[in-house]
């Protein structure tokens, strides 16, 4: 008997097929197309301005762009500032409601409260907003002031004003990066939640016995199978929210009183990022104001996206890859 | 019964004897979890924080402030329930049940903040909400210093559901062809393209209305309009679109499509006809999600179509507000009427992705098994209702004939009459329409069965000899009968094969 060679499979097409795929193809390519766009065009109207600029846009403070005196290192740190601390806020926040729902909940619960935070994270950031500005702004002042007496010596936790004027009055903890941040920390929890709840919910039910079975408690049994398991969700779902942070825009907005100069204290008055600035400036810049805005938007659009790019990668090498 | 008690008392071992102190000790187990020292506590430590709180902040310091009492009760309470659990049960039971404390009273502190965040806006926009002017009028003729019976916000929600329609227009094809192409062509491409719609979920919002401004309003020209805004907000909607299909379009099973190429149907006939009606509904949940975030959405509009108070249904000259965007100017002003005019329209668009969240919640919920299975019991039902229809049919029929046949039974019956009484001792011959000289014959050739036959089936098998049959059916003339006579076993004539022969 001889041996023959594997027969060549060829694919037949008809007309209508080569049109289908034609067309998905396209679309693909479409949606490719207009991310590339976005990159390429924010890139072509930045460059104006950064020229002028040139490498002191990295390290200026200030933001004036006609008198040609402008860059983004207060922004993007305030940016960054702002995120970290919704970030602090939100992750503990978001690990205990992923847990509730996916181990501790009642089951005819569990549906009710996915549903929930689904419907939570469609809430517009304008809502947030005006529960930030209108109502917890007034709550949170005397939190801040006790943080600030007994933790001043940190000095993140400084107020300059307040420390040593004992007739010092309540708004110099207004429009802080801290409530800005807690508002943050709300509007990126519900997102947190539903990845870590997903990926909790995937840990092998086989590991979960086992370790109930040797005698540990329920506690131990998270610590040892659910925690280790989820740990690239938890990680993913932290970057997804961080990335979702440093691009808030309205509820930011509507909270800060823009400051162009680096504040690291959080709880004074005084922050910036770099989406509110765009939002704040937009409106009375000239072309070259507008240039320079693109800059802005084109820093903040790379940030992201190495960001988010992280994340997607580190959830998908974890254990709990998401096959979504 | 009888049997098994029979063999109780026959068994070797002595029965046990049941006293009424091991009776009253055989009490059901409790297979709960929670017991009531668990209950008791929490009440206790709760009772003890409380009351040590009350006693700090009252009494003792001057320290004030809401959050600062509720922070102080936390920690309290969490201390002495740790003291009180650890009294009873060991170290890492105490842990345990610290952990399930803090995870729910985490979990409660971000549904309750939540929940807090919308029932504020509705709350604060109730007072705006009764005028009817409010959505019949927008705000061309209403200044700030105008009372809330004057002025309204009717441009912002015509601005709002055109904006969103365009955009739909534009997602809904694109972002289901996408994630068509995912599914159906993988391949080193389609995982490219899906870490970027993975990286262009978490676009800023402001820089998709950069980059809108950059490249319709600049380079294109174009005045800020409403197209403009459609356009941001598509690109906002457009990677939620596309992984939310994406998935649907996945779990439609792999066995349906093989079944339906394998019938011969090319790639696009199985996806229009097999593919994208089994994830009907899923897809019809995508687009109800991707246009709830979408709506929300202020800052492209931001910048793309830019403020204003009058009435504007042209998407393609002059800007157009959309209802984020007019919450967004009505509390900046220092106005309280204009402060409540914001909150009113924040309850209205609250209302609106509320609603839309409930009717994909209630779409996406059918699934094909669900509708399948109604759709069984549907049938299941009608078929019920036809048998028994059917059977009624049977029934009413075989009652008519034999309400038609009863004139004629009655008819026989008298006929028999006189020979029913006649014959009493002797085996009646019931041939009732029977001629009269076969009676003669019937009663000789009975009368020689009679000593043969059994006492059971001689009344029936003289109603008529074989004669009178054979008379009265002439066809089945040639037929083999037996009788009782005949012993021996029934031969098979003619079945038998001989052997060899196929």
Redesign the interface.
Known sequence: MTLEAPRKLVRV??R??L???G??????S???L??A??GI??A??AAQALGKAGPAFLWTQAWEPDANNFGIAAVLIGTLIIALVAICIAV??????A???S??APRGLQRT?I??V???A??????????G???LQG??I??AK?ISRYFGWIPIFQVDGFSNDPLSSDTVFTASSFVAGIVVA?MV??IM?SIMREVFSQAPIGEREGALGLGA????M?RSVVLPFGVGGIIGGTM?GL??A?????AVY?IISPIFSIQPHILQSGASSI?SL??LK?GESTTFGMSA??AA?LT??FV??V???GA?AIVARSRSGAS? | MKSMQTKRAESPVAPVRVDNEAAANDVPRRVGALRISDVLAIVGAVAAALSMTVIIYAFLTPA?????FFVTLYVLFMVTYGILVSLDESM??V??RL??V??????I???T??V???L??FF?GVEALPYLNFFTQDMALAGPLDPLSVGGILHAITGTLIQISIALAITIP?GL??A???N??PGP??R??R??????????????G??IY??FI??LGLGKSGLAASLAIS?MM?PIM??AS??VLRLVPATLKEASLGLGA????T?WNVTLPTARSGLVTAII?AT??G?????PV??TSGFTAAFNADPVHGPMISL?LA??QF?KSPEPTMIAR??GT?AV??LL??LL?VIA?IIGGQTVAKKERARQRREALWLDLKAFGTGCVTVARRVWKKIIELPGAVQRTIRRLPALSASSTAAKPMSGSADEPQTAKSKKSSKSKKSKSSPKSRDRREQLSFEEFLELNPRARGTQITTADDTAPPTRRGKKKPKGTS
């Open positions: 097409s008809d209508g097929d049109i289908y795929r067309l998905a193809r396209a679309s693909g479409l949606v490719l207009i991310m766009a976005i065009f924010l072509f109207r503990p926040l978001s690990l205990g409601t847990l509730y729902i181990e501790y409260l549903g929930l689904d419907l939570m469609a809430i517009p950031s304008v809502v947030f907003g005006l529960w500005f209108f109502s709550n949170i005397d939190v006790w709300m929890t519900p939640t408690t329920k506690w131990g998270i997804l990335g979702r440093l691009g808030e825009t309205i509507m989406s765009i939002a937009y805005l693109m938007g903040l659009f992201t996206l960001v988010n790019f997607s979504s | 004030g402030g809401f959050v600062g890492p039971t842990r345990d952990v399930l803090g995870v729910h009273s985490l979990a502190v971000v549904f903040t939540l807090f965040v919308v504020f806006a604060r694109l062809m996408t068509v192409f995912l159906e062509i491409f389609s490219f393209v870490t970027i719609v993975e990286a262009m979920t978490a676009l800023p919002s402001i820089v998709a950069l980059f950059a490249t600049l380079i690109v457009l596309i992984r994406d998935v090319s790639n696009w006939h996806m999600l709830a975030r709506i929300g959405e202020t800052s931001l910048l984020p919450i967004f509390v914001g909150f924040a668009l609250m992705v509320v969240f919640r």
